[in-house]
């Protein structure tokens, strides 16, 4: 974003998405665990049942970390329909709110699952449409994996489509893991 402009290294082509996919180099891990989490970001715990990323929202989450993908997918909600209830029209077309929780859902389901814990969580109306940031725990980039179209493989599809629903996806590493920033358009 900003203008900054690079492949995404680790087996993503320019045909899995968006051409604007940043990366940058993981930087080395902090000497003492209070570095490792920027100011304003907390890791969450993960369900104490173990019913993953769609579980029931129970208690109330830390400000901006949702205890699940159900509970982001809950925010972005609220955004959306606070925001289209302000501008004349009918609101947004069904695919558009589809796809934004759509791509919500994968971006906090796999830093559950695969980035050690979610850090953080914003999302926001710009002029460009709707801007998630999603930090995790891991220095590891996403990755597609190769695929043979003749089996149907569990899992593996989050990326891929993330990269193919939003205009803009970049993956920027910072001390004690990544935000994942993705820009869905509105209209």
Partial sequence: MNGEQEGLRGGVSPADGPEEAVSTPAPAAPADESAAHPAGTRLAEPPADGSGPDAPV????????????AAARAIVTRLLEAWFRGRDGEGPADFVVTDALLVTSEL?????????GLTGFTAEITDDG?????????TEAPVVMERDPRTAPIGGYGWPLVRRLTERVSVRHHLGGKNIVALIALS
């Fill in 58 to 69: 129970d208690a109330e989450e830390p400000p901006g970390v949702p205890r699940n993908a």
């Fill in 108 to 116: 906090v389901t796999n830093a559950v699952r695969h980035g050690g």
């Fill in 130 to 138: 709707l801007l998630l940031t999603v930090g995790d725990a891991s």
